[in-house]
């Protein structure tokens, strides 16, 4: 009970230390399981796009520690979570499932308890379970979050909010361009639902993609409110991958308070333009540039992004860290190149 009483403390901070306007803008209609989570998208790792079944409890741990040595955890990612393949083939005489006893031979208590101890979450694969497992995880006496995986089946997007705190959204993720993109616009198709839709985990440093298709690949999960769930090995992290998962003013972006998914909002041919409402009345925009080979001009309106049309705002560029000199009224153009994008925050100003 204090458990649960700490986390709805926690909600009513969250809900007061938003603006009037803010919580004005708050969708009524983002109804999630009551529970307290998933409040804003989780943010965490998970085993299966790199490692598949190659895991074991070493694995698990070593993956906690660097969650925590190279910043991650700081920067909000807090789940570890455990793909397939981590338990026994057959139940115990008793009906229970537990742990793998090669590769998991100190039990998954012992583990959580490992991850717990270095401030992190632990997360664990089922199956899907829908009401039934909903049922069990609120018995279990304090609240536990709970993703549900139904692969982007029956219109997911239309019921789960009701059973749980996010849900797949489409089929699994490969890492290269095609399947990235793909899943993204599969994902799109629920924007009007305006809930933690998850169009699979992040492929940000597995090396099937390049770096610029990375930036496009963790921006369109930011603006479309998706979990950001890394799928690489963090223990040999670089640099280069680190400054896209740990871009503070994209992540800003994903666990903006209002929750609402941003969206396609124009294309013309391999141009397009995704935005989204953020609080307290800022917009999120991104161009995208989908043809592999040329560089373009894209432009948002801001009948496009939702704006008035004379508004006059401050635009700051995410992946430069810079805010651009002088303000902007009426669109916002800018050269992307193959295969990349660009992302922006536009900040309308007082009086205009």
Known sequence: MEKVLTTLAILLCLISCLSVE???????????LANGLGLTPAMGWNSWNRFGCNINETLIKETADAIVSTGLAELGYQYVNLDDCWAEYNRTPKGEVVGNYKTFPSGIKALADYVHSKGLKLGIYSSAGYPVMTKALRQAGRPIYYSLCEW?????????????????????IVDNWDSMIGKMDQNDGNARYAKPGDPDMLEVGNGGMTHDEYIVHFSLWAL???????????????????DIIGNEEVIAVNQDPLGVQGKKVMKDGNLEVWAGPLCPGSKVVILLNRDSQESSSITATWEDVGLPRHTSVEVRDLWKHETL???????????????SCKMFILKPLVGT
């Open 325 to 339: 000199k002088g303000n902007s009224t009426g669109s916002l153009t800018a050269t992307v190149g193959p295969h």
């Open 224 to 242: 479309a409110k998706a979990p950001l769930i890394i799928g690489c090995d963090v223990r040999t992290l670089t640099k280069e991958i680190k």
């Open 22 to 32: 803010c919580r004005k803008m708050i969708n009524p209609h983002r109804n999630l």
């Open 152 to 172: 982007g089946q029956s219109n997911v997007a239309t019921w789960a909010a009701g059973v749980g705190n996010s849900w797949r959204t489409t089929g699994d």
